[in-house]
C-alpha cells in the first residue's frame, strides 16, 4: 500500500508576514536603488534564504529579526548566504546565527 506524500512544511500567516517584511526593510536598505529587477533580485534571494533556513535548518526568531537593526538581520543573511545549503536544506553546525530561536540546537 502506497504512502501519502507528507506534505511540505509551510508557514503560517503571521510568519509569512513578517518574512514579507523583513524583506521589504532589505531590499530598501539596498543599495540597488531604482533599479527594479535589482530589488525584485534582492527580495527574492532574503525571501528563499529565511523561508529554507525557517522550515528546514533552524527556526528563526522571526518577530525578533523584524524588530531589529538592519545591519543584525543583513549580518545573519550573510552567514545564510554563504553557508545554507537550500536543495538539501542544511546549515553547518559551526555557524551561528543571532536570531536562531533555540541556540542549543546547533551545538
Not at 66 to 80: F, G, M
Request: a positive charge; aromatic letters at 2%.
Amino acid at each position: 500500500m502506497a504512502r501519502a506524500p507528507t506534505p511540505a512544511p509551510r508557514l503560517s500567516y503571521a510568519e509569512n508576514e513578517r518574512v514579507r517584511r523583513i524583506c521589504i526593510r532589505v531590499v530598501n536598505h539596498a543599495r540597488g536603488g531604482a533599479d527594479r529587477c535589482i530589488r525584485n533580485r534582492i527580495f527574492d534571494l532574503t525571501d528563499t534564504l529565511l523561508r529554507e533556513c525557517h522550515l528546514r535548518a533552524r527556526p528563526l526568531d522571526l518577530a525578533a529579526m523584524e524588530a531589529a537593526p538592519i545591519e543584525q538581520v543583513l549580518s545573519d543573511l550573510t552567514l545564510l548566504r554563504k553557508h545554507l545549503n537550500v536543495g538539501a536544506g542544511t546549515l553547518p553546525g559551526a555557524v551561528r546565527l543571532r536570531f536562531q530561536q533555540n541556540q542549543q540546537e546547533a551545538a
